[in-house]
T-cell receptor, first 114, second 111 residues
Framework: DAGVIQSPRHEVTEMGQEVTLRCKPI?????LFWYRQTMMRGLELLIY????????DSGMPEDRFSAKMPNASFSTLKIQPSEPRDSAVYFC????????????FGPGTRLTVL | SQQGEEDPQALSIQEGENATMNCSYK?????LQWYRQNSGRGLVHLIL?????REKHSGRLRVTLDTSKKSSSLLITASRAADTASYFC???????????FGAGTRLAVHP
């Protein structure tokens, strides 16, 4: 089975540009999570969806960040406009409702904003 | 604020030695999980221990949970160079959907 797929793997952009990160969860998983990882703040949950509906976006840092999940197999995290402090590794994870809440992580997108 | 805090922040050992990492958390939990992250990769789930369990084994991994002290430990026995990675504990906050990760322990196993 394919795991969680993220694209691009690396993104370098200039301050003020729009950035879109993409995620394809594992087929059959009904929860999707977006995380951000930095040395200073560790791994932070930004937002999560259940059955394509955003459930908790309290971790989204500010209005420049938005996330969508138009269907069960695709989600995007958009930053507009981007700032240097947004530089981080962004992870998408998914899981299936059931007995455990174990999450499966994608390989991450390393974002650098110059 | 972080729910889980790992200790130590970094650990350096020789192959064949055992590695012990600790995690403390703040609120009641349903379960506690440990994940591994190799450099430049995503996190990989290692083991889950439920709040009514005290110890669990999986291969060379042994996890303990003390809910009275709100702490857990991960023991890796007979470590290998391939165990070099960062290890994170993750807890829920009494709910079930969100996981809160600690800052991690960086383990280096030298051949």
């Amino acid at each position: 089975d394919a795991g969680v797929i993220q694209s691009p793997r690396h993104e370098v952009t200039e301050m003020g540009q729009e950035v879109t990160l993409r995620c394809k969860p594992i087929s059959g998983h009904d929860y999707l999570f977006w995380y951000r990882q930095t040395m200073m703040r560790g791994l932070e949950l930004l937002i999560y969806f259940n059955n394509n509906v955003p459930i908790d976006d309290s971790g989204m840092p500010e209005d420049r960040f938005s996330a969508k999940m138009p269907n069960a197999s695709f989600s995007t995290l958009k930053i507009q406009p981007s700032e240097p402090r947004d530089s981080a590794v962004y992870f998408c994870a998914s899981r299936k409702s059931g007995l455990t809440n174990e999450q499966f992580f994608g390989p991450g997108t390393r974002l650098t904003v110059l | 604020s972080q729910q889980g805090e790992e200790d130590p922040q970094a650990l350096s050992i020789q192959e064949g030695e055992n590695a012990t990492m600790n995690c403390s958390y703040k609120t009641s939990i349903n379960n506690l999980q440990w994940y591994r992250q190799n450099s430049g990769r995503g996190l990989v789930h290692l083991i889950l221990i439920r709040s009514n369990e005290r110890e669990k084994h999986s291969g060379r991994l042994r996890v303990t949970l003390d809910t009275s002290k709100k702490s857990s430990s991960l023991l890796i026995t007979a470590s290998r160079a391939a165990d070099t990675a960062s290890y994170f504990c993750a807890t829920d906050d009494g709910g079930y959907n969100k996981l809160i990760f600690g800052a991690g322990t960086r383990l280096a196993v030298h051949p």
